[in-house]
Structure formats: C-alpha cells, structure tokens
C-alpha cells in the first residue's frame, strides 16, 4: 500500500511539473487520463493525446486554443470557461509596456472614494426592523443609518464566495472565483476554490491599481487577504481541510460530536469588561489602529494633493471585525437589548431529528463544531441552551455596532480634512461574507444560506444624494463584483484603462433611475464555494420570479444530494425547502447560473483540485505527512482517536479517481478497518 501511494504521488508531481512549465500559454487543468479537450473560441474539440506535454504542445501550437484538460477516469467533464488569462505585471509583458506603472492625471470631477470593509456581517443586519429591530433601539448603528438617510441601502446583496480571501480576490478583480485562475506551486489552478486560493501575487489590475494608474492617491490600510497563500504561512502550517472536503474520514457525533475542524461554536462567548468608544479597552484595537493610519493619511497626504493640485484619493480599510471569535467588551455588548434577540431553533439532539435535515446542512454542522457528544447530557445541555445561542447573538450584534463607530470615525476624518473634501467623497461600506450566527446550527461562513452569503452595503455620494423615499432601498439582487465596475465609473476611468475580462455590472443605473435590471438585463446573482467545512462544491442563484424572490441552492452536479430552493420572499429564515413543489422555477435559476458558469464542469475540476494539491503537499513532507495532517488545528483530536481508520480513509481517497461523494447524512460513519 506504501509503494502504491508513492507511486501516485510521483506520477502526480511528473505531471503536475509539466503544467507549471507550460502555464503561460495553457489554462487550468485537470488530468488523469489521455483525451484532449482543445477549447477554440466556443467549440470543444477532443483529440487524443499521450501526455500532458503533448496535450499543452498542442493547445500552443493554436493561436485560438485558450485552454486544454484531460478527462479523468470515468469520463469525468473538465471542459474550460473562455475566460482571457488575467495580465501580470511583468517587465517584459508589452501589453503593460514594460517598467515602471504609467500615470495619467485624474479626470475632471473624478471623487475622492472610501471603501470600508468589515468580516462576517450577515447582510440582514443593517437593514431597519432587523430582530425586533434591535439596532436601533439602543442606537447601535447611527453612523450607518447616517449614510443610508441621504444614501443607497443595497438590500439584496451577495458575496460571490462567502469566504475571506476567495470573497476579496472576487471583488477586487472583478470576477467570479472560476474565473480567477493562478498558479499554486507547480499547479496551475483555475480558480479561488478554497481560503488558500485568491488573486496571482503579481497581478495588477486591482481596483486600486487602476485607479492609481488614472490619477488617484491609493492609502491601503487594515486587512488585505486577496492573494493566494496569504491563510498558509508554509506548507506545513496550511490548513490541511480546505482539500479533504471528499476524503470520507469516519466520525461517531454520539460518541463525541463527530469530526470538527472548528472548536469556536461550541463556547459561550467573551465579554471583557470595560471599554470605549475608540480604541482605549477594544478587543479589536488592531482595526483602531489601522484605522487611526488611514485617517491621518487621509487628513494629512491625501487633503494636501487634494487641495493643491485636485488630485483625488481613494481610501481603503478591510477590518478584522465582525470575525470570529466571538469576543467584545462590556460597552458595546450593554448596546444591545437582549430581551430583543431572536434565537434560533435547533434541531432536537438525537439521531432521528439530526439525520432528517439535508445531509450537507449535517455535515457542516458537525464540522463546524455545532454539534456536542449525543451521549454527554453535559455537553449537551450547555451546547443547546438558548441563553447561550442568545449571549453569542448578542455579542456578534455589539461587534457590528462597534464596527458602527468605526465608520463614524472614519467620516469625522474626512470631515476634518475639509468641509470641500466631504462634499466630493463618495462612501462604500460593505463587509465580505457574513455569518451564520447560530442559524441552522452553525456559526462562520462557508454556506449558502443567506446569513452566509448576503451582504450589507451602503453607498453615499454626497454629489448626489438619493430622491425620495429616503433611505433609497435596492432590492434588485447585486453581488459584490458588482463594485469593481460602479467604482470604475464613478472615478470616471476611461474604458481603454478598465479590464476587459469583469464579470460585474456597474450599480450606477440602479441608483440614477427605478430600472430593476442592470448590465445586460441581469436580475440574478450566482455565488459558489468548495473549500473548508463544507463537504461538497455548492452553487447558488438568486433571482425574482414573478414578483417572488427565490434562491436555488445547487450542490455537486445536482445529482448527488437534493438540491434546495427558498422562496426568500415568505420564507427569509429559508426553512422550506421548495425544490419537488416549483419545478418551473428551478427550471429558470439553473438556466440563469448557467449563464455565469457550468456548475457540473467545475464540481468535477475542483473534485480533481483537491487531490492534486494534496498530493503535491504530501510530496512535500513525504516522511511526516501524517504526524502534520494528525496535528492540524480542530483535526487533531479526531485522529487521535480513530488514526488508523482516519488515514486509511485519506489514502482511499488518494488512490481513486477525482470524484464527487455526496454529503454523508448520518450522525455517525465508520468504515471497517483494513
């Protein structure tokens, strides 16, 4: 068994170095057998071929060969995207010209922009009469609700993958996360999959670096986390989970709650005593301090190019706040009124009421640490109680209120900085992902219900404040890419400086007229993910359909696990599941998100991703990989307590071909021991 798993992993690393040798003329890949798969513009041409050279030769030889892939055993369908390969700034890429960055002065009008981006904040929270309306009463957000009375409240939207650095290269690039391709190692890699896969580390047409090449002041402060590698210090210290998603590692959750690689849902919380409005006595006083960085910046560099020679600024912040774990101080937890939060129901804790919900909604639970030991009346007790879920709610709310007073100093800057500045400043404030929260037992990010993966959003431009009624509600579905177009066409760039490879559509015709539709008369949004406490590749669309807003949750192919459909309209804590009763409306979100991507094609790509990233690790540490994988945070004590089983699992999974298991929907899973 040893000498077959080491003749795997060197067949993989042989190929895998191929792809690295020919990454700039061939696309994202996926191999395990020997028929090609030639992309020329919209056809798919098959060609046999003997190795992965020769595949790559060929795709070079074609000047419209844009992409190639094997076929995995069993026909597995890796057919590309005819996405254009993202430029890198390079010395010797004319298509940049070579050098240093070209500037050209700003144009006339251009205004100064701020961009605030705070964690986790589930996209409900801003919106008035959320939970009995619960951040109002205690005035937890006013410099929130401040921007919305004369702003735009984007009420409908959505991260495009509801994790941090995936949900960050979306954004700032403009493109879906299949669409992000980058090389990790030796791998060529064709999308942000997982919090290890984001943006190239050289690549250069960020939001910010083509503002900077049209004229403006860029000030980066605070949390970044848009590159690839940037949650993996090293190889060895990577979380070793982003790629295990379908390796069927055995769990018991009566014995012992099953496997988690999460331990945070299962405490009670932090509330320090103490604290202030500022810095003094936070337990974020790392987003104070960035903060307080961008703020003289802003009032100091910024003000003085802005008032000499009008050059405008664009002013950047990604906090650190509303992030798990859940820890605030006494002041802000005392904003809000606990009598007024609503606590979510659980399933009951035995085996019947767990197994009868979705299968994949099981698995996350369990690997995020949601669900205690069955048989400990202890553990159970303290997990299940309501004035826990409660106490959490209520801590997550102060965070977001905290973060409030954040964006109140931030406008009390640029105030400072001149009452002209002000004027011309335009505001967006959003948050990356959000956060279950104890909603359908589970905290964090990762899944697709909306307390995940919607977003708040704000946008004011006191140039031009919204007209009756005020706040100026949209409830057109937007996504998160949708900002790299908006802030291009409020800076007022050119378009010969703008990429001509974003997936979004600009917001600004749904903040000039009553239009429900935007770029090409989009009504929908498409998110995805495929990395870490989740157990299978999941795809989402939000569309409306016949004055009903609906959400069709796609997992796998479709064919693995029922797929889901909420009507979000009548059913906002999306309990019902609709997909058997509105089989016409299903019929209509799949034909929508296929038009954004081909959910089959890259389940199947991603299936083959994570083991061709994991073999390529495991050859990296081939004498101690195991003692690595069994110290891994959150896995270490489900190893120690099945390790034999635990690594049988992983080497199945290794030694078969790529595919897609469905999520297990059952409390316990235990494979005979070999």
């Known amino acids: 068994k040893k000498n077959n798993m080491s003749e795997l992993l060197a067949l993989v690393v042989t190929l895998v170095a191929f792809t690295r040798a020919q990454n700039d003329q061939c696309g994202s890949t996926s191999y395990n057998s020997s028929a090609l798969v030639h992309l020329n513009n919209t056809d798919h041409i098959r060609q046999k071929c003997d190795n992965v050279a020769q595949c790559c030769a060929l795709c070079h030889a074609s000047p419209d060969c844009v992409g190639w892939s094997f076929d995995g055993e069993g026909n597995l369908p890796c057919k590309l995207s005819p996405y254009p390969p993202f430029l890198v700034e390079h010395s010797d890429n004319p298509k940049l010209g070579g050098g240093a960055i070209k500037k050209t002065p700003a144009p006339s009008g251009a205004p100064n922009i701020v961009f605030l981006v705070c964690e986790s904040t589930d996209g409900r929270t801003w919106s008035p009469g959320y939970q009995n309306n619960i951040m109002d009463h205690g005035d937890a957000l006013p410099n929130i ?28 690039s403009g493109r879906h996360a299949h669409n992000i391709p980058h090389t990790h190692g030796p791998l060529s890699v064709g999308g942000a999959w997982n919090n290890y896969e984001g943006l190239p580390a050289n690549y250069s047409y960020r939001i910010d670096q083509v503002l900077e090449r049209n004229g403006y002041n860029t000030g980066i402060f605070g949390k970044q986390d848009w590159t690839t590698g940037g949650h993996g210090e090293s190889l060895k210290h990577t979380d070793l989970a982003l790629w295990m998603m379908y390796a069927q590692v055995p769990y018991n959750i009566s014995e012992d709650g099953g496997w988690a690689d999460e331990t945070e849902c299962g405490t009670n919380g932090t509330v320090q005593p103490g604290g202030t409005n500022g810095k003094t006595g936070s337990t974020h006083a790392g987003d104070w301090a960035a903060l307080e960085s961008g703020v003289d910046w802003v009032k100091s560099s910024a003000a003085h190019d802005y008032n000499t020679s009008g050059t405008p600024f664009f002013a950047y912040q990604g906090m650190n706040i509303v992030h798990p774990p859940y820890v605030t101080s006494q002041y802000w937890f005392d904003k809000i009124d606990p009598t007024l939060v609503d606590i979510p129901t659980w399933p009951d804790p035995n085996k019947n009421a767990l197994e009868d919900q979705h299968p994949c909604d099981l698995q996350s639970s369990m690997l995020k640490g949601c669900i205690p030991a069955l048989n400990d009346s202890k553990a159970v007790a303290f997990q299940y109680s309501e ?18 007073a954040m964006v109140g100093a931030w406008m009390d800057g640029v105030k400072d900085a001149g009452e002209d500045i ?155 599941n609709l997909v058997r009763n509105h089989t016409d409306v299903v019929a209509v979100l799949t034909e929508s998100m296929q038009q954004v991507v081909n959910h089959t094609d890259v389940a199947h790509t991603v299936a083959a991703y994570n083991k061709q990233v994991f073999a390529w690790w495991i050859s990296q540490h081939q004498d101690d990989w195991r003692s690595i994988v069994a110290e891994q945070s959150g896995a270490e004590s489900a190893f120690n307590r099945n390790a034999t089983q635990s690594f049988q699992a992983i080497e199945r999974w290794m030694a078969a071909p790529p595919s897609i298991i469905p999520c297990r929907g059952t409390v316990a899973s235990l494979p005979p021991e070999e």
């Open 145 to 172: 609700r401040a921007l919305q009375k004369n702003g735009f409240e984007f009420r409908t939207h959505y991260a495009n993958a509801p994790v941090c650095c995936p949900s960050r290269a979306t954004f700032w």
């Open 422 to 576: 002000w004027n011309n400043t335009v505001w967006i404030v959003t948050s990356d992902h959000g956060d279950m929260q104890m909603e359908h037992q589970q905290f964090y990010k990762m899944t697709p219900y909306d307390a995940s993966a919607r977003v708040p959003m704000v946008i004011y431009d006191p140039r031009h404040p919204s007209s009756s009624p005020k706040p100026y509600v949209i409830s057109q579905p937007t996504q998160l890419i949708d900002l790299f177009p908006t802030i291009m066409e409020l800076a007022k760039v050119p378009s010969s400086s703008i990429p001509t490879w974003l997936d979004g559509s600009s917001l600004i015709p749904l903040m000039s007229s009553n239009d429900n539709k935007i770029g090409e008369n989009r009504n929908y949004i498409v998110s995805q993910f495929h990395g870490k406490n989740i157990a299978m590749s999941w795809f989402l669309v939000v569309q409306p359909v016949n004055g009903i807003l609906y959400k069709l949750i796609i997992w796998g192919t479709g064919h693995e696990v029922p797929s889901m459909l909420f009507d979000l309209t009548n059913d906002p804590d999306e309990k019902t």
């Open 387 to 404: 004035d826990r879920r409660r106490r959490i709610r209520q801590i997550y709310l102060a965070m977001i209120s905290e973060f409030d």
